[in-house]
């Protein structure tokens, strides 16, 4: 049986003997980060709306393209992980050392880790280095375009207010 009660819950497999359980997309990488982290990336987002506050619709529209060029944590990890499946496999096939194909092997493990949980080995590295989630990159697009349209509707508390709602 599959259950969950709303998107921010964890989805439950399974019947009255064993459950596992999956995070829901939108949290699962926040769920497994650092808690001083997922701070610093929430700080973030707050002080990026912030500084915008007072600027011009055009300066706005600048930091919206900006945000729909930034590299997710998915794009991030899809990205490294490809990059070591094709290098073990092209070093499986072209060295003495077969071996190499564990690297594609490994790789494509903890990629399904991922996946599923939300976590796997490099993921703690790559949000230190600041790379943040789509729905973190999204909170601050939407706080953008209500800075566009009215920036009297958004100080301090109503800015943290709707981040903590959304991520």
């Not at 989805?11 to 701070?39: C, E, K």
């Not at 709306?49 to 930034?70: A, C, F, H, M, P």
Request: contains cysteine; hydrophobic residues 40%.
């Amino acid at each position: 049986m599959v259950s969950t009660n709303n998107m921010n819950e964890k989805i439950s497999f399974g019947d009255d003997g064993m459950n596992f359980y999956l995070p829901a997309t939108s949290i699962r990488v926040w769920l497994h980060t650092n808690a001083q982290i997922n701070d610093l990336i929430f700080e973030s987002i707050i002080s990026n709306i912030k500084y915008y506050i007072d600027k011009s619709g055009d300066e706005i529209t600048q930091r919206l393209l900006e945000l729909d060029e930034e590299w997710d944590t998915e794009r991030v990890l899809e990205t490294s992980a490809s990059g070591l499946v094709i290098t073990g496999a092209i070093l499986a096939l072209t060295s003495k050392n077969k071996l190499w194909a564990l690297l594609s092997a490994v790789t494509g493990g903890f990629l399904l880790q991922h996946a599923l949980q939300g976590w796997c080995p490099p993921l703690p590295f790559i949000r230190r280095l600041g790379v943040r989630t789509q729905t973190e990159i999204m909170a601050e697009k939407t706080l953008l375009e209500v800075l566009k349209e009215d920036p009297q509707k958004l100080d301090e508390e109503r800015i943290r207010e709707i981040v903590r709602n959304i991520i």
